[in-house]
């Protein structure tokens, strides 16, 4: 099975946003075992939709329309499709019942602009659309099916998997493993991994700074325990690395470890400077794990606030071992939590020399047990280093909680 | 004049990552006003390269093609092009001598593989590359002219500006204004700025949460008098949303008038958690200006931390008026800053009530003059409040800045 994406909207073309939709089906495409052959981007104009479709349909069976709907002027889509196909349109019943329901929900008026959303093209199937208001519709004709929904990520993602993915994917779908990981670029994740004997399962990444994931596809006829079998077999090789399977990111990960465990931390960030609080507390539900966070961008703040011995700045400099230490120490003790962190470095472009190079963080994890101590020279330009510092942090106290 | 842009690569198909080249190249033309027709991404195998070309080069007399340059098997942009051309390759001098003297610089010998990247098809244009080591080309065929550059990124955009806009755009290029605004919604920034005259500017946008930039593009003709009567009109109806032009971004702007007049910032935040202090570090040089950042995710560390007393919160609860205004007071004593800011909100998805729905947030700035105080109702998801909110204090205090 194959898919061709095509995306309008004049926005795109000009740089106005970004079109993450794409990409998002793409990923979500590859998951169920749909191949993506072909994706498009074309303007409002009726004659470059037409053109586009056609494009399209002549390279996948199905094509996946995304944009257009709206009640202006400019929302051409349903036009497009019918004029492609050759069809009129018309209102539907159907439709226009789900559009009233909405607004009758909503105690509004419909407009005539938002009554334009409930005309299609003749002989097109009504997608129901129970997170915005604009319904979508498919139509097949000479051997193609368009599936056209909303532009609108949250609704587009809502109607994709309900619509579009029963239609696409055979009875038995197959099965997705996702196993995150830290500290391993893709490259050698693909040495590695992709060297192993996998079975039936075919190997996918998705990257995103600072982490990388490993996608394994199971057809739905391999066997549950031969797929244990090759999951255990990636995770061997991928070691402490591999911090989740089928679970959250990073922050997710160590919040639910420490929510588990009825335990709370405390952060002290230089380099980071509030990345990992801000992090940490986009977990819905984290009141309960994270306590304090300290933001300590100069000498003065880390005595001050957290009591970090002078006589220590002085003699080691504030990006070094016993620094980073001493934050997660002082965090710890001053908030009374079970586990502290603290992170120093050099983020750059500036700040480096020849004995501490921009990239250099040391990092430090205090906890019931003790400290424990990281260091590395991080590649990448500012807002790269402080997110891998940050990210490292976080898998070194996922190390620490076991 | 008008350009069809092509990006290759299987990642892209797969969702592993995301295009922002071609959303970065379409902002950049529009820029220097040239339209992107069309769109397309398409795999790593020949025939597809070759198909897309054709589609490419039938609708823009420029192609700008990104990716497939590298020394790897499945970098085949040197040949779909001359297939597509109907040339033959040809290894090029120039493009040799270009990668030889970056493996030299580097005392590195050049293999086999890098020795690939110097064949290009038969009549092209060596486009030089002195940020990475695949040299990009140019090729005329058939009255269209295609553009290859490699897909990293900063290879990319360097070389785009280097050797495809000078080609792409007349004598006299026009100029952009770009005028950033926080706190308006972009539709509301349509209807109004659309509705000035903006004599032969072309009106333009481009939205990152939790900002919009107006860009007003005008041609090179017009009076330069002209053009500040047009930027003034446009900067009376922004009012005090309005709060750069042709700067950087919010904590860009915060933090260059802070060191401009030798200001020092403490923060302070509860539904935020570290995301102000964090964008505010991401600019360089920032250490002069950012002392202290307190994360007061609890009620206890509000009151053990920055000394808010427990009374006020028992009064008035975390999420109110009084307590942001004391967290920006107590912020700013604490660390013997110019300024303090406080805020305190609810991010969702859980946590509102009637009188405190999800998305209410109350900030405070604290400064020379005194302390100033706004409370609103954010929508979004809890990363879209966030940010939204971490856009109002940054926005608050600029304003405070005047």
Redesign the interface.
Known sequence: MSVALLSTGE??????????N?????????DVDV?????????DALS?LVD?LG?AAARAPVVIMTGGLGPTEDDLTAEAVAMWAGVEREESAEALAQIEERYRARGRPISAANRKQAVVPVGSSVLENRWGSAPGFSLEFEGTTVFCLPGVPMEMKHMFAEWVVPGLTPLNPPTLVRMRTFGLAESRLQATVGALDLGDAVL????HIPEVQIKLRFPSRTDPDQRKDVVGRVAGVLGPALYTIDGGDLAETVVAALSAQGQTLA?A?S????????W???V????SV?????????N??KV??LGIPESLLAEHGAVSEPIARAMAEHARAK?GTDWGVGITGIA???GGSDAKPVGTVHIAVAGPAGVVHRHAVIPGD??QV?LRAAGAVLHLLHCQLG
Do not use: H, K
């Open positions: 926005e795109v073309l000009t740089g106005e946003t970004v079109d993450t794409s990409a998002w089906l793409a990923s979500s495409l590859w191949d993506v052959r072909f994706m498009c981007t074309v303007g470059d586009a494009l996918g990444f998705r990257a952060l960030e380099c980071t400077a509030g990345m990992i609080s801000s940490v507390a986009n819905p539900g984290v009141s994270l306590m304090n966070g300290f933001v300590l961008y100069s003065e703040s001050q606030l908030s750059g472009p500036g500012r807002m402080r």
